[in-house]
Structures are given as structure tokens and as C-alpha cells.
């Protein structure tokens, strides 16, 4: 390693560093897991990490999904190595018969970089950037291998919520048209009633020109969301809650609304 | 002026409690019924009680296989149980006579056009095909479902019980042979119905029971259902054939309470075999044998009243027309009856004959 490179691998730890104490990322240091009001996070992957699949000795913290140089475009200063599997997504009408358009394959935006870990195809560690190096670091359970067990979604994308889709007024339209025929209960909101956070860049056109905005795996999770274990970095509860609409859960309902409820649905 | 000023705060904490129990009917009954299924308190996993973000593969996001997710709750070990619903509906789908939902289920597809307009479709049922599971509310097992064409109208929501019926029985083109158009033989332009689609066309039915009268309208779950009166109800099983929630034997046998159950639970068993609708009930029923099915269809005849068709496995018509209603419970037949092992002609010399009226 260049004097250099150690120092920008220094920095970078410094920034991350900062980004903990203040509880912006995970909530926590590393090193200090038990977040208030929250719990660990098993997406820091470190040494130091919670997760079974933590890794044997590296410290650095972002450096499984991040990197300040050599970062790749797909995604913010994205370090790890992406996938290049082909996926099967659900095809319009797919399974359902009330599937309006075909999602795009392979996903774009945020999905494409949360499914180079969670399709299981790269190696858990395979990065760009470690001190210079494109390399796969060492983790507990599975090695130099790709991620496994339950977490792994695999390449098969139906019977998963769409991702990589347009969310665009017409598409609430169209699934209007559907209700009022009876053949679904719930409608997909307009644009302007859905919380920012869960519109996601992709460029997915359900209806030209697009919105630029639709459903990616990160409009439910936040993989920074420092959760108790096992919740899945949801974005608002997603089991056991109850919220205004017809009791449904607050996760579904942000992007779905009741056939018969205009004031939301519009 | 005590005393009334003493009634008149009692009739205060009336007044003022009975505001109360306005308030807070008035509150309940704004809220509305909730979709069962969308009730936490009845569902307290909400979406997630059937979908999952990341769900089975080839369904709609469901945690299970399409054809058992609705015995997650409605199966002998469901939490439907648990909140003290009568919900084991798998248990009632492994009667003999059912609904086929867990052989023929994965056939539905969402959306599908019904009455079938392919022969070729697999004849099939799934509860959606009846139930709309996010609509349904308790005691509406029906609220939403889709109903029956009528004339060139796709009526969307069913408001009658058999127009979800007539989605499946009625004109559809896979119909298997033994199947007929039910929805013909209900149909109110024929000669006698059971009064499902609207009002009987007899006037004098005198055995009916209480509380129904010859203006009453019944439906099709009054027969059709489970034999268990204390499980689950509707159409979905039933130990009996054609899934009747009673017994209904259809071969010559003793007369008794239980041999035709069914037909009891509406007919006053006295009132029939003393003759009261028809002066031969009671010599026909109780001396030869004969079953209600040997003269009467349950659901409709084209061309004769009082729900007569006779049945060819008994009767075998003359040259002459074999039966001619009556308004006063006398009507002649010419027929032969074989029954008890032997032939009982009715024809002209048997009546002249005195045996008959």
C-alpha cells in the first residue's frame, strides 16, 4: 500500500468514523452496537458487526458497499462488485393476471446494488477498492463465497414485490380502472400522496415521459436503518402496526390505498 | 318543588348517560364494519397474515402456495381458531361432496371471464372465484363477490346470493354432462320454481313451515351447504350428494324423519303425509316407497307446476300426456310406476276403476 492510498484509506475511516458517532448512518460506532431505540445493524459487515456473516478481520465499515475512489457509477461511491446473473421477473400479466406492465431485467437503481450481495451470485466480500486493491475479503460462515441462507432472494424475481417499476399518475389511473371493474381492492397511489423516501430513481417507463421515480427493494428497506434484528431495515412497520387506513400496515399502505378511498388514492 | 327538582337531575344522569350510549353507537357505527381480513383484531398480522414482500414464487406475493393460503387460518389447526371463528374450512373441502378448491384451485386465474367461455378450461373453483378476501365482512361472506351476467350486463357486484352461483352453474361452456343450467331451471319465466330468483308462482303450498310463506324467497346456500350444523356454513362440503345440508335419499325408501330431511326442514312432514298439499302424498310416500325425486325436481320445471318432473327411473310415461296438474291437490297421472317390484299402471281404468279420485 501506498503512502498515499493509506492515507486516503484513513480518511475515508475518519469520515466513517464521524458518520457513526453522529448517528447518521447506523446510529451506532463501531464497536458500539447497542443503538438506542434501535439494535444492531447486520449490514455493517465488519469485524465488528452482529451479523453471522461478518467478516474475519476487516474493521472498515463501509467499505463492503462503499468507497471515496474507484467507485463504480452504478450507485453512491458503490464499491461492490455487481451482478452480472440474468433474472426471471414477473412478465405483464405475470402471475397475478392484474400486473399492468413488465417490470425492467435486469433491475436498475438501488436494486441492482442491493441484489449484488442478495442475488447470490458475487462473493459476499468482492469489492472494487481496499487499499488500492480490487480483492474479496475473508468472511465467518461463508469465506470468500457468495452470501447464503435465508437473506439470499436468488435470481428468480417473481412472487417478490416489483422492483425497478414507474410509479407515474397513469399507472394509478389504470389500476382505478381496475378496481372499478372489481378485479383488485387496492390501488396504486398517485406520486404526490407517496412519501419521497420511497421513490426511488429508475428509469422504468411505465407511461412517456417518465417520472424518473418508482418501487426499487430500497422504497421498503433502508439498508442504514439501524433496526433490532430481523426486521428487515423496514422503512415504517410492517407487521402489527395499525394505521388510519382500513388498519392495513403502514409500510404497504404509504404506496397503496383502499379501490374505494379517492381521497388518498388520487 | 324538591321532588322535582330531584327528578329532574335524575332525569339529567338519564339524559346525560343516554348521550353517552348515542355517542358512542353513533362512533361505532361511523367506524363501519371492517373487511374481516383487514380487522387486527382478527388478523393481527395485517398484510403480512397472507402476503409477504418477497413471497412464494408463481403467487401474488403470498407466504404459502396459492391452493393452502387460505387454510393458514381456515384449517383444523388455523388461527382462525384462536379468535374463536367457526373457520375449518379445510376439514368441510375434505367431505366427499365439496367444492374441489384443493384439487382444482390452481386452474383459477385471476380475472378470468365467468360464466367459462372455453370448453377447454379445466373446470375448476378457488375461494376467490366466490369470495373477495379483502371485502368480505362477518356475516357477508359475499360482500364484493362478483355476480352473473344478466342479459348482456356484466354485473360486477352480485346482489344476490345466486348470481355468484350462476357464475359456475349456469351457461358455462365446460359444464361437465350430469351438470344442467341452473339458472334455467330457476329461471322465473317457467311453469314451477323454488322461489330463489324471486317469489314461488303457487299460491297454496300448505306445508310450508314457519316462518315461511308462499311469498318467501329462499337460496341456494338453504339446501346446499355444510351437514354440520355447528361448523363453518356455506357450500363448501357436506357428507350428503349435491352437497345438501341434509338428507335427501332418492331411492325407494321407508318413510321416515331423517329420509327426507331436507325437504322436512321447509315441508311440515304432517302436513304432507296427511295429504294436505296433494290427497295421495301419504300413500305414495309412507305405503310404496316412493321418494320426493320421483315426481318433484328440486330446482324448476319448464312446463309443470308444483315442481313436477317424473322421474323416468320410476315412472315411464303413457302415450297420453303422463301428468295433468290440479290447483286443488288433485292431479291425475298416466304413467306406469315401477316400484316395489312390480308395475302400477295409472291409466284410465285404474281411475275409473275408483282406485284413484
Known sequence: ??????????????????????????????????????????????????????????????????????????GPLWNHNLSTAGYVVSSAPGASG????????????????????????????????????????????????????????????????????????????????????????????????????????????????????????????????????????????????????????????????????????? | MNGWTCRSESGRRILSVLAVIAVVSITVLAEGVMPTHLDKIKNPSGCAGCHKGHGKKGTMMLSVDKKDTCFVCHGPGGSGKAVGAKTDLQSVFNKRYRHPVMETSAYHVSGEELPENNPATPRHVACQDCHKVHETEAGLPLKGSRGHKIG?????????????????????????????????????????????????????????????????????????????????KGPHGSDYEFMLKKQYIMNETAEGPATYDLCYSCHNRQSILQNESFQKHNEHIVYFHAPCSSCHTPHGSRSNPNLIELNTSFAAPSPMPSYVPSNSGRPLCFLTCHIGGKDVAHDNAFYTAKKWP
Open chain 1, 98 to 266: 392484474t400486473q399492468l406492465t413488465e417490470p425492467l431485467n435486469p433491475p436498475d437503481g438501488d436494486s441492482r446494488l442491493c441484489l449484488s450481495c442478495h442475488d447470490g451470485t458475487v462473493p459476499l466480500g468482492a469489492v472494487q477498492n481496499l487499499g488500492g486493491q480490487s480483492l474479496t475479503i475473508n468472511m465467518r460462515l461463508v469465506g470468500m463465497g457468495q452470501l447464503a441462507g435465508p437473506s439470499v432472494i436468488g435470481t428468480n424475481l417473481s412472487g417478490h414485490h416489483l422492483v425497478s417499476v414507474e410509479i407515474s399518475p397513469q399507472l394509478n389511473t389504470d389500476k382505478s380502472a381496475q378496481c372499478q371493474s372489481g378485479l383488485i381492492n387496492w390501488n396504486v397511489k398517485v406520486p404526490a400522496n407517496i412519501p419521497e423516501a420511497y421513490k426511488r430513481a429508475t428509469s422504468h417507463v411505465y407511461t412517456a415521459p417518465g417520472t424518473g421515480k418508482g418501487v426499487q427493494c430500497t422504497s421498503c428497506h433502508d439498508p442504514h436503518l439501524d433496526n433490532p434484528l430481523g426486521s428487515a431495515f423496514l422503512r415504517a412497520p410492517g407487521v402489527g402496526s395499525w394505521s388510519g387506513e382500513r388498519f392495513a400496515d403502514a409500510l404497504c399502505v404509504s404506496c397503496h390505498c383502499w379501490c374505494d378511498t379517492t381521497t388518498s388514492c388520487q
Open chain 2, 152 to 232: 348482456s350486463v356484466k354485473r360486477e357486484v352480485a346482489t344476490e346470493e345466486y348470481e355468484v352461483c350462476y357464475l359456475c352453474h349456469s351457461e358455462s361452456a365446460n359444464l361437465p354432462a350430469r351438470s344442467g343450467n341452473v339458472a334455467e331451471e330457476f329461471d322465473v319465466s317457467n311453469s314451477s320454481y323454488h322461489p330463489v330468483e324471486a317469489r314461488g308462482r303457487s299460491s297454496r303450498v300448505p306445508s310450508l313451515t314457519q316462518p315461511y310463506a308462499a311469498a318467501s324467497r329462499i337460496t341456494c346456500s338453504d339446501c346446499h351447504g355444510n351437514n354440520d350444523a355447528f361448523g363453518p
Open chain 1, 1 to 74: 500500500m501506498t503512502s498515499k492510498t493509506r492515507y486516503i484509506a484513513a480518511a475515508f475511516g475518519v469520515l466513517c468514523w464521524m458518520l457513526f458517532s453522529s448517528g447518521h448512518v447506523f446510529a451506532d460506532g463501531p464497536g458500539n452496537l447497542t443503538a438506542v431505540g434501535g439494535g444492531p445493524n447486520k449490514h455493517n459487515l465488519s469485524v465488528s458487526g452482529v451479523s453471522q456473516y461478518r467478516a474475519v478481520s476487516e474493521t472498515e465499515i463501509c467499505v463492503f458497499c462503499h468507497t471515496p475512489h474507484r467507485s463504480l457509477k452504478a
